[in-house]
């Protein structure tokens, strides 16, 4: 052979090895081997190799001569030191400085891109590279972004168009069919990937795609074919038992495992906590031979998740350099229980804070209605200079109390730049609605233009929940113009406007759809929604009957409380006793049943019957929560409990209410003799 061919040959074999170097690289999530990255390597790789040295899976190269220019070659490797720092403009402005470029520095740039998280940048630029330029690694590389992105049409175009392929670009695609469902196509895929391109990470991650898709033992089957299993299969099969709740199984692989890493106990001890068997965790824990920050991380989050928030701060105290993850636990683990004074003074003295902490702790505030601690600690975390993100805000959304709250975080979203975002705007609505001011809610509705079922239901709920029926029903026509199929919540929202705006003949066939037109299935709430359609129309017969042929599982106090209210509505004293004995029955312990029976024998003058009532909450200890109302006025918010005498305007306001506002509402219909 010629010294030309022999340097050909050399060439070539240190790009192969590179290339498998980069997959690995890739495949790990980004993380460093050694002292190269991806980066480093593709600038390495642009030099002819005269030899190559692989020995314990390291690999030496002794420089020769080079058949591309040094300056692109220093270009190349000046761009992957940028690049690996994380300066991605410098490693750009470098790129367009280039006077030449070869495959690496196209491969390199759109690599650096990708590394972080720069997507559209790397599409841009890989669509501009010229066909001749594009490497296998640039390939690969898009191959993979693409499908992890879930756009696994664009993944298997490029794919198909690629003259060579390795196992990177085979595994990236079979992931991205996984990830997306398609089982049939990635293991379609799997069996025609060439056998001597089947690696570990490709047997791993067929194990886990099958496990995710409900095919735990098909995944076992996988597991079992691997010609070659390391450590790293065997903890991905336990673990695909783990996550489909097949601890028992996991359990009796990870004893026979031939060698175990840190992983696999901690996987493990993460199955026994979720399962409840704490016993076997505390066990399995005891005997890890080391421990990392993971492990004791998982015995805080697992007792805490257990309900055993003394014995996992215990744990947390004896945890070795705690790193921030065992902080966020054990705050999340007070605020999840409402132990707010020990979470805050644990988020006092941490060393350090992420958004996760930051975002625990305003939701534990929010969760326990302690709204201006909510508000302050975003406003900290602001100071702090830690951006916010879509949990943020919602927490601190869903911690407004009054409308001026939510006026006040929505303007702050808005600031933020976050008003597109969907599942915040849904929050928005909700929000909105609950704090009275509909006109908001739609407002925020209708600047929002990508709606999904949560949104278009929220501004349904919104309507229906303030007795706008006739609005919730025009909503509900332009969803289903819009292509968006109701769901179970929708259809509750819709009854309820048909029963607001008395709509019988409506009701009874949108209940009729439900099943026969989406394929759902009837919940308890559309029963009742229907019963109280009917019973508001006079039609308590045909609500009876409609109880009386409902499955048994639907049947619950929430229907026949709707029945009762009918019957109570239209002077059916002989169902009344009945129907209220056996709601009282069905929910002992809760208030509504009591109440809805005791306002009916008020409303007809049966006074022994009502005190009879009153002796049984009281023999049983069910206490009524106070009804209570809020009113924002000069931006003070003013609540007011049942029989609440408290006010410093108190005389006033009753005297207003006697006078003018309990003569308008009986002019209207409603009956003022409530009792409890």
């Known amino acids: 052979m010629n010294g030309g061919g022999a340097t050909r040959t050399v060439h070539k074999t240190a790009q192969k090895i590179f290339v498998a170097r980069t997959c690995i690289s890739l ?28 020995s314990r899976g390291e690999i030496s190269y002794v420089s020769t001569t080079r058949t591309v220019s040094s300056s692109i070659y220093d270009y190349n490797v000046r761009m992957g030191e940028v690049g690996r720092r994380g300066n991605v403009a410098a490693a750009r402005k470098l790129f367009d400085d280039m006077p030449e470029r070869d495959k690496v520095s196209y491969a390199s740039m759109i690599s650096i891109y990708l590394k972080h998280d720069e997507f559209h940048k790397a599409e841009r630029l890989f669509c501009e590279t010229p066909a001749c330029m594009r490497s296998i690694v640039a390939n690969s590389a898009m191959v993979h972004a693409y499908a992890k992105a879930g756009r696994i049409d664009r993944a298997q175009e490029i794919f198909d168009k690629m003259p060579e392929r390795n196992a990177f670009s085979w595994t990236s695609l079979i992931s991205g069919y996984f990830k997306l469902g398609k089982v049939d196509n990635a293991l379609e895929l799997f069996r025609k990937m060439p056998e001597g391109d089947k690696n570990e990470i490709t047997w791993t991650n067929v194990i886990l795609g099958l496990a ?53 106990w901690n996987i493990m001890i993460c199955g026994f906590m979720d399962k409840n068997r704490v016993n076997e965790a505390k066990e399995l824990f005891e005997s890890m031979p080391w421990r990392n920050a993971v492990s004791w991380t998982t015995m805080v989050t697992g007792l805490a998740r257990n309900g055993m928030t003394v014995l996992a701060r215990k744990y ?13 636990a054990m705050i999340t683990a007070y605020t999840g229980e409402g132990r707010m004074v020990e979470a805050g003074e644990l988020f006092k003295s941490m060393p350090k804070r992420n958004i996760v902490t930051w975002n625990a702790i ?40 009054g409308i001026l709250g939510v ?19 849904n929050t928005l609505i909700t929000m909105y609605y609950r704090s009275g001011d509909v006109s908001s809610a739609r407002v925020a509705f209708d600047n929002l233009e990508a709606k999904d079922i949560v949104t278009w239901t929220a501004m349904i709920l919104a309507y229906s929940n303030h007795g706008f029926g006739i609005h919730a029903l025009q909503v509900f026509a332009r969803m ?13 929202g819709v009854l309820s406007a048909c029963s607001h705006a008395g709509f019988v003949k409506k ?3 949108l209940f009729d759809s439900i099943r026969s037109a989406y ?34 599982d639907k049947y619950d106090g929430v229907v026949l409380g709707a029945l009762l209210g009918a019957c109570r509505l239209h002077g059916v004293d002989e169902l009344v006793d009945q129907i209220g004995d056996e709601l009282i029955e069905i929910e002992p312990a809760s208030s509504g049943g009591y109440v809805l029976l005791a306002n009916a024998y008020a409303a007809s003058g049966k006074w022994d019957k009502f005190s009879k009532l009153r002796k049984k909450m009281k023999d049983r200890d069910v206490k009524k929560l106070p009804g209570l109302s809020q009113i924002d006025v000069n931006g003070k918010s003013h609540v007011f409990l049942a029989r609440d005498r408290s006010h410093p305007e108190m005389e006033e306001i009753y005297k207003l209410l006697h006078e003018k506002l309990l003569p308008q509402m009986q002019d209207f219909g409603f009956d003022t003799a409530v009792i409890l």
């Open 507 to 509: 009701g009874r066939m």
């Open 27 to 54: 495949s790990l999530n980004g993380k460093q081997r050694n002292s190269l990255d991806f980066c480093t390597w593709a600038a390495t790789a642009s030099s002819n190799c005269r030899s190559s040295i692989v």
């Open 407 to 425: 006026l006040q975080a929505h303007g702050l979203i808005v600031q933020l730049g976050f008003d597109t975002e969907t599942s915040l705007a």
């Open 316 to 328: 947390f105290d004896q945890t070795p350099n705690k790193d921030i993850s065992a902080w966020n």
């Open 519 to 552: 394929g759902l299935e009837l919940m308890p709430e559309h029963y009742s929604c229907l019963v109280d359609i009917l019973g508001r129309a006079g039609l308590v017969n045909e609500a009876m009957k409609v109880v009386d042929e409902m499955p048994p």
């Open 362 to 401: 305003i939701d534990g505030y929010s969760k326990d209605r302690q709204e201006d601690e909510a508000f302050l600690h975003f406003v900290s975390m602001l100071r702090s200079c830690i951006s916010p993100n879509e949990t943020s805000l919602t927490s601190l959304l869903t911690s407004s109390s």
């Open 212 to 264: 995710r898709n409900g095919l735990v033992f098909e995944a076992r089957g996988a597991f079992d074919q691997m010609p070659v299993k390391n450590v790293v299969a065997w903890t991905s099969m336990i673990k695909a038992y783990v996550e489909n709740s097949l601890v028992n199984e996991a359990f009796e692989l990870f004893k026979v495992m031939p060698m175990r890493n840190l992983y696999s």
């Open 480 to 492: 289903l113009r819009s292509g968006h199929n109701p769901d179970g919540i929708t259809f509750v």
